[in-house]
């Protein structure tokens, strides 16, 4: 089993900055991929950021130039740096990891809120 904790969210101005955090624990070392996900309010959940034990890096369209997934192995830690951002940046941020056996674990969630 994984276990996700993610932190860092919260209310910001348009062109402001937010780092989100998520810590992953239990079988942590098991992690394959790991990366971050968002809803807004009567919308699917879509993949915002995405990296893999080999390094590579996936980023949505909307988000491209503007955040960066960041990976602290040591400290079993993912980060999801924020710029630049917009009120259509607003909604639930979750992460999600996989595992070697492809079992998928999800955090609770993290508010962000972008005021224009």
């Known amino acids: 089993q994984v276990q996700l904790v993610e932190s860092g969210g919260g209310l910001v101005q348009a062109g402001g900055s937010l780092r989100l955090s998520c810590v992953a624990s239990?079988?942590?070392?098991?992690?394959?991929?790991i990366g971050w996900y968002r809803q807004a309010p009567g919308k699917q959940r879509e993949l915002v950021a995405g990296?893999?034990?080999?390094?590579?890096?996936n980023y949505a369209d909307s988000v491209e130039g503007r955040f960066t997934i960041l990976r602290d192995y040591a400290k079993n830690t993912v980060y999801l740096q924020m710029d630049s951002l917009k009120p259509e940046d607003t909604a639930a941020y979750y992460c999600?990891?996989?595992?070697?056996?492809?079992?998928?674990?999800w955090g609770q969630g993290t508010q962000v809120t972008v005021s224009s």
């Open positions: 239990g079988r942590a070392f098991s992690i394959n991929a």
């Open positions: 999600k990891a996989v595992d070697f056996r492809s079992f998928h674990y």
């Open positions: 990296g893999s034990s080999g390094g590579r890096t």
